[in-house]
Each structure stands twice: as structure tokens, then as C-alpha cells.
């Protein structure tokens, strides 16, 4: 599965495509709902989302780790950090292995964005904050996990909703 993603970058096309989606992440990441200063709420996962199901793990992973790079170089929030990057590359990696030329269905949604807000959102992202300042890492995680299980169903809904008209759309220009 790595390999055939990793091949989706010799085609222009879906460079094109992935350089848009990565854009697309850029500008959602900017329209944000602060919560707390180092909690807020953003859309910008649909399009690391759709990278990872219509190119695949690898892709993700890259895609992740330049949209990190790219974020930080045009609006930086604090001091930079490579290991933000590990987060933004597990999300990708994380969609790409489990919708990655798979039908996006309902319960697909939910378990994938489940995964990705437990691992990336309430256990990476905690436990990094804890290195660069001076609260713990239950400070951090308590925060996340409420407003993760709040944003959960509504997350994983509009990613089967874009990734159903997404595929249609393709279907479409395929016939």
C-alpha cells in the first residue's frame, strides 16, 4: 500500500491536485475557533483527510510534513518544532492507511477519525505540549479529550459527505 501511494507522485496530475488540497489546509488552518491559547478548532483535517484517501499513506505522510513546514513559515504560533510534523504526518499516514481506495462509508469515517483525534489529537499533541512548556501532559490531554469526543460525530460526518461527493465527482468524469 505504501509503494502504489508512493507511485501517485510521479503523476502531474495528482500533484496538482495534492499541492490544492495542501493550499486548502493552509487557508482553513487560518479560519479557527481559538478555545484556549494552545486549543482551537479548524476544518483543516478534510483536506489531509482527502489526501490520504485519494492518495494513500504515503502521500499523507509527505503531504504532512510540508503543509506543517509551509503552516509554520506563514503563521507561526510559538517556537517551531519538528516534532508538530510527526503529528500532521501520523494524521496522513493514519487516513491514508485506512481509506486509501476505500468506499469512504459511515462507520469508516467514524473509526478512522476516531483514531486519528485519540492518537494524534489526545496523546501526541498533549505530550509534545508538555515538552515545550511547563504544564503536564494530563493538563493538556484532559482539555482535548472533551472537546474531541464533542467534535468527533460531527467531524467524521463531513468527511463522509465530501468524501462521498468527492468520489461521485470522480466517478462522473470517469464514465
Request: aromatic share 14%; hydrophobic share 50%; charged share 15%.
Amino acid at each position: 500500500m505504501f509503494k502504489e501511494s508512493f507511485n501517485e507522485f510521479s503523476k502531474t496530475r495528482n500533484l496538482v491536485i495534492m499541492a490544492m488540497l495542501c493550499a486548502v489546509n493552509v487557508v482553513t488552518s487560518w479560519f479557527s475557533i481559538p478555545l484556549s491559547d494552545t486549543l482551537k478548532i479548524t476544518f483543516s483535517f478534510l483536506s489531509m483527510s482527502l489526501i490520504g484517501h485519494l492518495f494513500g499513506p504515503s502521500c499523507g505522510a509527505v503531504c504532512g510534513l510540508v503543509l506543517d513546514t509551509v503552516k509554520f513559515i506563514i503563521k507561526p504560533s510559538g517556537p517551531y518544532n519538528p516534532l508538530w510534523a510527526i503529528v500532521e504526518m501520523a494524521a496522513g499516514v493514519i487516513y491514508g492507511v485506512l481509506l486509501y481506495k476505500k468506499t469512504a462509508t459511515v462507520q469508516r469515517c467514524f473509526i478512522t477519525k476516531f483514531i486519528v483525534s485519540l492518537l494524534c489529537n489526545v496523546i501526541l499533541t498533549p505530550l509534545f505540549l508538555s515538552f515545550m512548556y511547563s504544564k503536564g501532559f494530563i493538563y493538556y490531554m484532559s482539555t482535548r479529550v472533551v472537546k474531541n469526543l464533542l467534535l468527533w460525530p460531527i467531524e467524521s460526518m463531513l468527511m463522509f459527505i465530501i468524501m462521498n461527493r468527492i468520489d461521485a465527482y470522480l466517478k462522473s468524469t470517469r464514465n
